[in-house]
């Protein structure tokens, strides 16, 4: 079954840390650049980071230096390292697939995964 599932969301306070998985079949794994997306409340879906099927990362400037993405090839897993979130970083976070000069597998009209809440919070 093809498929991207995220967990690892919670209640953190600021300035703590908190790791996302998001783990993927494998023919996306291998075949797919991921990503992982955030909806803040009230808020657009905005991409937060990328990781490419080479390995090559590339975050959006909001969480530069705080996040880190990676990717587990034995777990078929892409992670989200969060280090010292703030508020602003609360939302749902999802994360999705890119296929290289053909488009992701969920699109913007289609329904996404169920994601993982994460909120910063004191």
């Known amino acids: 079954q093809v498929q991207l599932v995220e967990s690892g969301g919670g209640l953190v306070q600021p300035g703590g840390s908190l790791r996302l998985s998001c783990a993927a079949s494998?023919?996306?794994?291998?075949?797919?650049?991921l990503e992982w997306y955030r909806q803040g409340p009230g808020k657009q879906r905005e991409l937060v980071a990328t990781?490419?099927?080479?390995?090559?990362?590339t975050y959006a400037d909001a969480v530069k230096g705080r996040f880190t993405i990676s990717k587990d090839k034995a777990k078929n897993t892409a992670y989200l390292q969060m280090n010292s979130p703030q508020p602003e970083d609360t939302g749902v976070y999802y994360c999705?697939?890119?296929?290289?000069?053909?488009?992701?597998?969920?699109?913007?009209?289609?329904?996404w995964g169920q994601g993982t809440q994460v909120t910063i919070s004191s």
């Open positions: 999705n697939a890119l296929l290289p000069g053909r488009g992701r597998y969920f699109g913007p009209d289609t329904n």
């Open positions: 494998e023919i996306l794994f291998n075949n797919y650049h």
């Open positions: 990781v490419t099927i080479d390995g090559r990362t």
